[in-house]
């Protein structure tokens, strides 16, 4: 995971996942926003990837099909 992820979780008062960092900035961003609502990790995780699609994953870590 990048130095930049880590870095928005911890401005948010959040700990960063570990992870090998296959999920896009972007995905990251909005994960942060429901769990500072109060979502769970899962739930927001869900959201996320569900409303950004292709978006949330980066493309060295999609498969093709």
């Known amino acids: 995971m990048s130095k930049r992820i880590r ?3 911890r401005k948010a008062g959040l700990t960063p ?3 090998k960092g296959i ?3 972007v995905a990251h961003r ?3 926003e429901y769990l500072k609502k109060g ?3 899962s739930e927001a995780w ?3 990837i569900g409303a950004l699609g292709r ?3 980066r493309p ?3 498969r093709t099909v």
């Open 46 to 48: 869900k959201r996320c």
């Open 39 to 41: 979502l769970s990790k």
């Open 55 to 57: 978006k949330a994953i």
């Open 17 to 19: 996942p570990k992870g």
């Open 23 to 25: 999920h896009t900035p």
């Open 60 to 62: 060295s870590h999609r």
């Open 7 to 9: 870095e928005m979780y």
């Open 30 to 32: 909005c994960v942060i």
